[in-house]
């Protein structure tokens, strides 16, 4: 089983801010790597796939990079609306696996 | 507009069964990869299990054996049988669709306690 380990567990940030989380997989994994959103009581969203494509309706300031076994979320510009709990994804192989999730808070 | 629409969960003593559906509007079921996820009260995403667009299918080491999931193309809809359920089933299931997970439900709560 690939093993997703994201950091940092936690962040508190500033509208504004520049945030990046990253994400290691135990494995290789090519970029078969997905970013997803998920605020309190809402199902998760997708917001990158594929390592760095962004998702339809996807706004700007989220981007991905990375590719093997480390890689990163960034957001540029983070507003208000981004807090949330963010959890990476593999597909590369079953089974399927997240990583622990980064809770964002926004100061 | 992409909807996918659960139902089916509810209060089940371990040991039981129940069956989860997926009706999706949008989405083609039949011709996509989906999947059932699940999230425990306070805790991070689990994959459960998948069928392909061949229908092939398979299944978390958790559920084998005991978690069958399969689609009528009729409805556009997809199940989760659940059954010896366990209190450590306990979650909202979410179905998910695409092979990146691109359509999510917004998922039905299981819980298993007697």
């Known amino acids: 089983e690939i093993v997703l380990t994201q950091s940092p567990d936690f962040q508190s940030v500033t509208p504004k801010e520049k945030v990046t989380i990253t994400c290691r997989a135990s494995q290789s994994i090519g970029r078969n790597l997905h970013w997803y959103q998920q605020k309190p009581d809402q199902s998760p969203k997708l917001l990158i796939n594929?390592?760095?494509q962004s998702f339809s309706g996807v706004p700007s300031r989220f981007s991905g990079s990375g590719s093997g076994t480390d890689f990163t979320l960034t957001i540029n510009g983070l507003e208000a609306e981004d807090a949330a709990t963010y959890y990476c994804?593999?597909?590369?192989?079953?089974?399927?696996?997240f990583g622990q999730g980064t809770k964002l808070e926004i100061k | 507009e992409v909807q996918l629409v659960e139902s089916g969960g509810g209060l089940i003593q371990p040991g039981g069964s129940l069956r989860l559906s997926c009706a999706a509007s949008g989405f083609t079921v039949s011709s996509n990869y989906m999947s059932w996820v699940r999230q425990a009260p306070g805790k991070g995403l689990e994959w459960v299990s998948v069928?392909?667009?061949?229908?092939?299918?398979d299944y978390a080491d958790s559920v084998k054996g005991r978690f069958i999931v399969s689609r009528d193309n009729s409805k556009n809809t997809l199940y989760l049988h659940m059954n010896s359920l366990r209190v450590e089933d306990t979650a909202l299931y979410y179905c998910?669709?695409?092979?990146?997970?691109?359509?999510w439900g917004q998922g039905t709560l299981v819980t298993v306690s007697s």
């Open positions: 994804h593999q597909s590369s192989s079953l089974p399927r696996t």
């Open positions: 594929y390592a760095s």
């Open positions: 069928i392909y667009s061949g229908g092939a299918t």
């Open positions: 998910a669709g695409g092979g990146d997970y691109g359509y």
